[in-house]
């Protein structure tokens, strides 16, 4: 119903930034039901964690790791949604997934393949 395709990771050094973006494509009934969009990563060996998502109405949720130094937008009318990241840490290397809870037809949560960030030096 609803289709995620992420942009932006690759190779960064300590202290640089990257920008990640989302676009949400499919049938417009679901599309037109998304709520929440947001960001997930999974680090090897480590559960998958919320980064930060953001309504509709644009209220924003972060990870305690990652306030103050990641902003996350979202474009409602072009569907997508947008972590900026800055002061990266090594700690911050992970898959980044995109995801986007949809209501129409019913509740699903819908998840991109994801796009690797790696933060060295």
């Known amino acids: 119903q609803v289709q995620l395709v992420e942009s932006g990771g690759g190779l960064v050094q300590p202290g640089g930034s990257l920008t990640l973006s989302c676009a949400a494509s499919?049938?417009?009934?679901?599309?037109?039901?998304?709520?929440?969009m947001g960001w997930y990563r999974q680090a090897p060996g480590k559960e998958r964690e919320l980064v930060a998502s953001i309504t509709t109405s644009g209220s924003a949720n972060y990870a305690d790791s990652v306030k103050d130094r990641f902003t996350i937008s979202r474009d409602n009318a072009k569907n997508t949604v947008a972590l900026e990241m800055n002061s990266l840490k090594a700690e911050d290397t992970a898959g980044y997934y995109c995801?986007?809870?949809?209501?129409?037809?019913?509740?699903?949560?819908?998840w991109g393949k994801g796009t690797q960030v790696t933060v060295s030096s």
């Open positions: 499919g049938r417009s009934s679901s599309i037109f039901s998304i709520n929440v």
């Open positions: 995801h986007a809870d949809a209501f129409v037809p019913v509740y699903t949560k819908y």
